[in-house]
């Protein structure tokens, strides 16, 4: 049976916003599994994008406890966060924040050069179908192939946690298929566990699991008998 990657108990979180506060999670108890493709949707505000900060080390619950294997990452100093974040976690978020300045295979090299165990860059690029883009600079690539060297950028060090917020947000539906056929692919040869976070429902159809949040709390969880693959998801 695969193990839990990651686990939350009794997750909140609380931002103070003045004398008001926004209660963005209530109680969450969730894992991520090795190897499976999970896709997290609710609407926007259900407190989706809390929960991935949260997950990826990039923020900390008001209260609850987070465990990335047998680490507890409610307890790690900020030290200690950036190398979970730098060793095991590969992020892709809606926008791209490529380097305008560096080519395909110099953005993607630039966490090469800052992780234990790299994938090449070339190698990582050619994983996502770039292998001819490589010396291409953003401006000279399309929104579409800008997330896939994004993408070859989150799996070159080889992560073994790949959290992707609404990774097809800012894309036409041709481009967020393919995006989500690179995601798909990364899942699929390289076991990376992957939570997908969107609004976009059908794309759930592509998970082995789906969690719903609303209003800050899992609302449903159910599994998929079939998964469909992502060059079939429409919307």
Same mark, same amino acid.
């Given at each position: 049976?695969?193990?839990?990657?990651?686990?939350?108990?009794?997750?909140?979180?609380?931002?103070?916003?003045?004398?008001?506060?926004?209660?963005?999670?209530?109680?969450?108890?969730?894992?991520? =599994?090795?190897?499976?493709?999970?896709?997290?949707?609710?609407?926007?505000?259900?407190?989706?994008?809390?929960? =991935?900060?949260?997950?990826?080390?990039?923020?900390?619950?008001?209260?609850?406890?987070?465990?990335?294997?047998?680490?507890?990452?409610?307890?790690?100093?900020?030290?200690?966060?950036?190398?979970?974040?730098?060793?095991?976690?590969?992020?892709?978020?809606?926008?791209?924040?490529?380097?305008?300045?560096?080519?395909?295979?110099?953005?993607?090299?630039?966490?090469?050069?800052?992780?234990?165990?790299? =994938?090449?860059?070339?190698?990582?690029?050619?994983?996502?179908?770039?292998?001819?883009?490589?010396?291409?600079?953003?401006?000279?690539?399309?929104?579409?192939?800008?997330?896939?060297?994004?993408?070859?950028? !989150?799996?070159?060090?080889?992560?073994?946690?790949?959290?992707?917020?609404?990774?097809?947000?800012?894309?036409?539906?041709?481009?967020?298929?393919?995006?989500?056929?690179?995601?798909?692919?990364?899942?699929?040869?390289?076991?990376?566990?992957?939570?997908?976070?969107?609004?976009?429902?059908?794309?759930? !159809?592509?998970?082995?699991?789906?969690?719903?949040?609303?209003?800050?709390?899992?609302?449903?969880?159910?599994?998929?008998?079939?998964?469909?693959?992502?060059?079939?998801?429409?919307?």
């Amino acid at each position: 049976m695969p193990e839990p990657v990651l686990t939350t108990r009794g997750v909140t979180r609380i931002y103070e916003m003045g004398e008001i506060q926004v209660q963005a999670l209530r109680g969450v108890d969730f894992e991520l =599994m090795e190897s499976e493709f999970l896709v997290l949707v609710g609407a926007s505000g259900s407190g989706k994008s809390t929960l =991935m900060n949260i997950l990826g080390g990039l923020d900390r619950p008001t209260d609850g406890t987070v465990h990335f294997r047998d680490q507890e990452l409610t307890r790690a100093s900020d030290r200690e966060l950036t190398e979970y974040r730098r060793n095991h976690v590969g992020f892709i978020f809606q926008f791209y924040n490529l380097m305008p300045s560096l080519t395909a295979r110099e953005n993607v090299s630039l966490v090469t050069e800052i992780t234990r165990d790299p =994938m090449p860059a070339d190698e990582a690029l050619a994983l996502v179908g770039l292998e001819h883009r490589l010396d291409h600079f953003p401006s000279q690539l399309s929104g579409g192939e800008q997330q896939r060297v994004a993408v070859a950028r !989150a799996i070159a060090k080889r992560p073994e946690l790949l959290l992707c917020d609404e990774p097809t947000g800012a894309l036409d539906y041709r481009s967020g298929v393919v995006v989500l056929e690179v995601i798909e692919r990364v899942n699929r040869e390289l076991g990376t566990a992957t939570a997908v976070i969107t609004h976009n429902a059908p794309i759930s !159809a592509m998970a082995s699991r789906v969690v719903t949040l609303h209003d800050g709390a899992i609302d449903e969880e159910r599994h998929n008998e079939a998964r469909a693959p992502a060059s079939e998801i429409r919307w």
